[in-house]
């Protein structure tokens, strides 16, 4: 791929030599048309994400201003030294990765029936993607109502569940809870990118490969998983990133009980409820440098091409 | 972008009522059922009209909301209805009008101890008792006629568990990880002589106070629940709604409970089966400490209309509208003088009035300081779920508390 796109970069740079003052003319004026809107974009997010580093430097509780004081780094050095501050982490980490593995192979399936399904086409596609269009914390709610022991009914359906088992009780089942929801709240949105992956394999390379004798699995891992490749990577960061950022289950499935708080909870508790300028700012650079880091790694890792993804490539 | 600025500014400007004629109070409330809407109607006076603005239903959004305005001195808000555990923490802050001495005294004579000590900040009443709270203990009558324990003396935690236990009877109470659960460890130590923190006006420097005899009888009584047959298998998700549940399932035994679920039964009552006496014993002869709860009012320090709001204090909190308040919401006054109100005396049976108001001159509020949500959420973290409590619960909480108080630890 790199040996297609690189003579081109070097025809854009002969090009530019040979800038006309007509093209010079023009590219001045598009620089003029975006400003407005590169100007404010830095005063919505660049604007708040420099406060925050700035209020992280300082103990600052909302609620005592007068106290507030200049600490430099320590604010960092606590969390980063702090348990409760690995094991969200952990937790965060752990929930990502179930949640978009199970999700993959569940919302693959779903990409298939949607890409091949002949009848009733569109009530199939649109039932599908009901989940998604339902608003995360009302699907949360809907859990938590089915988990609950005081009002549930997954304890009844379930054969091998004692019917007073407490599923928000312990850590393990309450996180099981959470990660439920969660799937089956986003499996939609997986299956609608790897539908997307799925429609722009070749059916003469499917059809070529029947010819030639492959069974359906051999299609499937020789032929179809290959060249979808750019969208399953592309799937798989939006959908990581996400589920780093889980929140809207955790608040109201648990409230973060049961050693279940995200790294996103956590931030939250510190800013919001205990009004820890400082110390929750710092959390939440924290949070913005994992995020950061988790789609540096996938993309390298993977060495997915966005562009080739959006189909520019 | 002109006609938008010239648009906001407008609206702005819709919003913050009409100069020229009365002015209009806002007071913020906690969600109730139309007690502090009628209170303010009944006090709207020639000069002032006092309007109500409904909180979030959970205490702590209500302190968040509260607060993240204060902070930014939000002059839209005239009077607030606050929990007891976050009166200090604004009054520190200095989020709250100055009450004249005059009035001072006035609210404190007027209301019972526990609600004039709840509304006490470094020896200033700092906001006006409305309505007072206190948790009783209830039970179905033919479950200890059946287990045989003779509720007309006081009983303790041991007894209350034991006997549940053995008669295959549930105790509710509030253990979920929130302030309920909270109430519940304070109760526990207060009753058992001790305190969570003393020498709270050195606010971050507080003396924590939990890892002591008290803090252990109180772990004892939460383990040995936690380890009964007694123990509702949703202990460590309950809170005041589960607890009236499991109490008037079949298994329901007891119940530690505040007064307005009182009203939760209808007519019935289960079939006349409700029987209430006060709040155990946390150990043998001693006398136990009910958890207080309730609001007061406070004027904000940063309202344009402060000495009205102020002002209006005194009709708000008056004993004739805390009687209003009481029909309406079932939320009981916070004086002596409210409950002597006709009205007032119909709401309940006249024993459990009076059992109430012998709880509330008892009551032990949570521990009086700015940091109390800090404290109140480091024993969450550490005595949750009630099943891992055991003898050395206080001493980790203690030093978690500490932690946490320094900015060692996060919360």
């Known amino acids: 791929m790199s040996t297609v796109t690189a003579p081109r970069r070097e025809d854009v740079r002969q090009a530019q030599a040979a800038e006309s003052d007509r093209t010079k003319s023009e590219n001045r004026l598009g620089l003029r048309l975006v400003a407005p809107a590169v100007v404010f974009m830095l005063l919505v997010t660049a604007w708040p994400m420099l406060q925050a580093l700035y209020l992280s430097l300082f103990r600052y509780r909302l609620t005592a201003p007068d106290d507030r004081e200049f600490v430099g780094i320590a604010n960092y050095t606590t969390v980063l030294t702090d348990r409760l501050f690995w094991l969200d982490t952990w937790n965060t980490v752990l929930i990502m990765v179930v949640t978009v593995a199970v999700e993959l192979v569940i919302g693959f399936a779903f990409a298939m029936v949607m890409h091949r399904i002949v009848f009733a086409r569109g009530v199939i596609r649109t039932s599908i993607l009901i989940p998604y269009g339902i608003i995360t914390v009302v699907s949360a709610f809907a859990w938590q109502f089915a988990f609950s022991l005081n009002n549930g009914f997954v304890n009844n359906w379930l054969p091998f569940v004692d019917e007073n088992f407490n599923w928000f009780g312990d850590h393990w089942p309450a996180m099981f809870a959470i990660m439920v929801s969660e799937i089956w709240k986003t499996t939609p949105f997986m299956a609608l990118l790897l539908l997307a992956g799925l429609s722009q394999v070749s059916e003469d390379m499917l059809e070529a490969a029947k010819v030639d004798g492959a069974t359906w699995w051999q299609r499937l891992w020789k032929v179809i998983l290959p060249n979808m490749r750019a969208a399953i990577m592309v799937a798989v960061l939006f959908r990581a990133l996400d589920a780093y950022r889980i929140f809207d289950n955790i608040f109201v499935m648990t409230k973060g009980a049961q050693e279940t708080e995200s790294a996103s909870f956590l931030t939250y508790r510190q800013v919001i409820e205990q009004v820890q300028l400082g110390l929750g700012s710092a959390l939440s650079v924290l949070l913005f440098l994992s995020v950061l880091l988790i789609a540096w790694l996938i993309v390298k890792l993977f060495k997915v091409d966005l562009a080739q993804a959006r189909g520019e490539g | ?411």
């Open chain 2, 1 to 411: 972008m002109a006609g938008a600025l010239l648009l906001v500014s407008g609206l702005l400007a819709a919003c913050s009522g009409d100069d020229s004629g009365t002015p209009t109070l806002i007071w913020y409330t906690n969600p109730d059922t139309g007690g502090q809407a009628a209170v303010a109607e009944e006090c709207s006076t020639d000069r002032y009209e006092i309007t109500t603005e409904v909180l979030p239903q959970d205490a702590n959004q209500q302190r968040i909301q509260l607060a993240r305005r204060l902070a930014a001195k939000d002059p839209d808000i005239d009077l607030m209805s606050i929990d007891p555990p976050f009166t200090a923490e604004f009054a520190d802050a200095g989020y709250l009008a100055e009450i004249p001495q005059q009035m001072q005294q006035t609210f404190r004579e007027q209301a019972f101890q526990s609600a004039a000590e709840a509304a006490t900040w470094d020896d200033q009443l700092v906001v006006a008792p409305f309505w007072s709270n206190t948790q009783v203990l209830w039970y179905r009558k033919s479950f200890v006629d059946k287990a045989g324990i003779d509720m007309s003396q006081p009983v303790t935690w041991q007894q209350v568990i034991e006997a549940a236990g053995k008669n295959d009877g549930r105790i509710a109470v509030q253990a979920n990880k929130y302030e309920g659960y909270s109430v519940w460890v304070n109760a526990l130590i207060e009753g058992a002589g001790g305190q969570i923190a003393t020498n709270t006006d050195a606010g971050v420097d507080a003396e924590i106070q939990i890892d002591s005899e008290a803090g252990r009888e109180a772990a004892d009584v939460i383990s040995a629940l936690a380890s009964s047959d007694a123990s509702p298998a949703d202990l460590s998700v309950s809170n005041e709604g589960t607890a009236a549940a499991t109490f008037s399932s079949d298994a329901g035994a007891f119940m530690v409970n505040w007064t307005f679920i009182w009203g939760n039964y209808g007519e019935d009552r289960l079939g006349d089966d409700i029987g209430f006496a006060r709040y155990p014993r946390t150990v043998e002869g001693e006398e136990s400490t009910p958890p207080y709860g309730g609001i007061g009012i406070g004027a904000s320090a940063f309202s344009d209309h402060r000495d009205l709001a102020v002002e209006a204090l005194e009709c708000l909190t008056s004993p004739e509208n805390q009687a209003i308040n009481a029909e309406l919401t079932g939320n009981m006054p916070s004086s002596a003088a409210g409950y002597e109100q006709p009205q007032v005396q119909k709401l309940f049976p006249a024993d459990l009035i009076q059992l109430f108001q012998e709880s509330l001159q008892d009551a032990a509020p949570r521990t009086l300081t700015p940091y109390w949500s800090d404290i109140s959420g480091a024993i969450q973290s550490t005595w949750h779920p009630p099943s891992t409590v055991d003898e050395q619960t206080p001493e980790e909480s203690a030093e978690f508390i500490r932690d946490v108080l320094d900015g060692r630890s996060l919360l």
